[in-house]
């Protein structure tokens, strides 16, 4: 058992009676960057990519406002890093996010020729504000669907190159690791409903991150932090995982995921009232609606309670009949809900949005396990501090992606170790564990979404983190002595293990910082808190 009484393998299992598939990379999830750093290893050796469900379902495929990048004649990316580092309450890593902002525009360069349209205006490219940037850096496909004009491209691309082999369906469960190096993985493939082996010389976590932990979430279904948690089980070191950015701007409305009404509305120049049709923004910042996030966010939080209502509205009428145009999703969305954002007032409230932490990475994407990389929302790479600037995520995926299949061309250069790497191997695990089990993983995930929000939400407090961690501990008692079979069980006791480090983490650090608020440290404490938590 790992510290906390978390089993090491999430079910049990001997490698000698699993079918077994050998190959030279390993990628986990379809994002920008699993699909990106596939594209690059795939001229190096035999690539095989495998993703929980469809292909294309992933947070990038929902990302609206767009990708930052420095490109125009009046910016450069010491602004773009000077900002990045500002918005990330000074606990970025400055290297890391050099590498970011002066890699970046090659790597969008190259999205653009592996087939990726962002808008134009008479053969320029539109950019647009968000907030936090000085300049209009964010460049943006079809409005309001970057995120998917990239996701089509780069699916468009690896699957007419045929080079890497697609396995969706497939859950990655754990890692295999031994003397601190990694062999493979244990998946479900859930086409035929069996356990099997993928073994591998390098393997590559793209994740992606751990919205689901919270009720309410722009993330869909399948951001339940899988790698994050698989490669804690492992042995990888995690980081910074108490930093959970809240979008301020969720479309009010019932169910999960919540829809993003992106920032770039803002950056437009939508205005927030609260219910009584106030603006409030300049009273909270003198960047007004575009703040950065963590402060929009508790702005809204705050005055939500004011006035004793569960939403305020963004006014974008003035945006006016460019609405329609400019951001066609959003429109239709809140049409179908009976809402003219050219005419009508839009009710929104902050969501759970993006994970900061992750699996700690050198600046090539390494981690502290042998032939294991991360890359992505799932990596801690240090480039969002304590609270990441609204589009660097997108090129985030890109740049230590590129990185990670520059580092491993290398080593296979130097070291030149065949596919026979794991051929010999003895894993197995058995951990005894009850059946049948006596909880309900879907009910039990929703007490845990809302569990968070209410008590490791956009405010926090002590009282409120320890009420939540002896929770947490219950059903840790609960979930981790059953046998899990099913992939909501898989996924519920990876959120669990993420509730507990996020908890945590959120209790031990006693200052506020980016996202992080804690109501009874308010303020920063860079004497005793400049530093990570780490697992
Ligand atoms: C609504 C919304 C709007 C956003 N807008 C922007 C924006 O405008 N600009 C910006 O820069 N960022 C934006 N973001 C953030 C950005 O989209 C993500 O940070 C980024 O896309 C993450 O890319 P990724 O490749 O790391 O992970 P993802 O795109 O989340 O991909 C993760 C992949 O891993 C797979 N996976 C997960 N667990 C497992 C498992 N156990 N087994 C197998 N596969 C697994 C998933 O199915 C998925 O394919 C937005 C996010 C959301 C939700």
Redesign the pocket.
């Known amino acids: 058992m790992l510290p906390h009484q978390l089993p090491r393998y999430l079910i049990n299992f001997n490698l000698l009676s699993l079918e077994k598939i050998y190959t030279d990379f390993l990628i ?7 699909l990106y750093t596939s594209l690059k290893l795939s001229a190096e050796g035999e690539t095989i990519l ?4 469809r292909l294309k ?12 990048v420095a490109l125009g004649d009046d910016d450069s990316p010491r602004l773009h890093m000077e900002d990045t580092l500002k918005a990330g309450a000074d606990f970025c890593d400055p290297q890391a996010v050099e590498i970011l902002v002066t890699e970046g525009p090659q790597c969008v360069e190259e999205l653009i020729e592996l087939g990726t349209m962002f808008d134009q205006i008479e053969g320029k490219y539109k950019t647009t504000l968000e907030a936090a940037h000085r300049r209009p850096r964010v460049l943006h496909a079809q409005g309001d669907a ?2 998917a004009e990239i996701e089509r491209a780069l699916v468009e691309k690896v699957l007419k190159e045929n080079k890497v082999k697609i396995r969706e369906n ?4 754990d890692i295999l690791v031994k003397d601190n190096t990694s062999y493979g993985v244990l ?1 479900l493939d859930n086409e035929v409903k069996k356990l099997v082996a993928y073994l591998a010389k390098s393997i590559i976590l ?4 751990v ?1 689901q932990l919270y009720r309410n979430t ?3 279904l ?3 932090g ?2 994050i948690a ?1 490669a804690y089980r492992g042995g990888a070191k995690v980081r910074d995982l108490e930093f959970i950015q809240f979008h301020p701007t969720a479309l009010y409305h019932p169910g999960n ?1 919540k829809f ?1 009404i ?1 920032e770039a509305v803002r950056g437009e120049g939508a205005i927030l009232k609260n219910i009584r049709g106030e603006a409030f923004m300049a009273s909270y910042h003198p960047q007004a609606e575009l703040a950065p996030r963590d402060v929009v966010a508790r702005a809204i939080f705050d005055q939500m309670k004011k006035t004793n209502s569960d939403y305020v509205y963004l006014d974008a009428t003035k945006i006016k009949d460019r609405f329609s145009q400019r951001f066609p999703n959003i429109y239709e969305r809140c049409l179908s809900l009976g809402i003219n954002p050219e005419k009508d007032y839009i009710p929104v409230a902050p969501a759970s ?2 994970t900061m932490g992750g699996i700690k990475t050198d600046t090539w994407g390494k981690t502290n396990i042998t032939d294991l990389y991360a ?4 990596a801690s790479t240090g480039v969002h501090g304590a609270n990441r600037l ?6 985030e ?1 890109l740049v230590f992606g590129k990185r990670i299949a520059q580092r491993i061309k290398e080593k296979e250069r130097e070291d030149d170790r065949s596919t026979q790497k794991s051929k010999d191997l003895s894993f197995s695990y058995n951990l005894p564990r009850k059946k049948p089990k006596n909880y309900d993983p879907l009910k039990l995930r929703e007490e845990l979404q809302n569990l968070m929000w209410d008590k490791v939400g956009i405010i926090r407090k002590s009282s409120e983190l320890k009420e939540a961690q002896q929770k947490i501990e219950e059903w840790k008692a609960l979930v981790f002595v059953s046998e899990l079979e099913t992939v909501e069980e898989f996924e519920l006791a990876n959120l669990i293990i993420l509730a507990d480090l996020v908890t945590n983490s959120a209790l031990l650090r006693e200052e506020s910082r980016g996202a992080h608020y804690r109501e009874d440290f308010p303020e920063r404490d860079d004497q005793n808190w400049k530093k990570h938590i780490e697992y």
């Open positions: 986990i999830g379809s994002g920008i960057a699993g495998l993703t929980k469900s379902e992933s947070n990038t495929e929902y990302a609206q406002g767009g990708i930052a970057t995120g497939t859950f990655l469960l998946v793209a994740t992606g991150g919205g722009t993330n869909p399948v951001a339940t899988d790698g698989s995921p993003l992106s949005h993006y890359c992505g929302e799932c609204a589009s660097n995520s997108l090129l995926g």
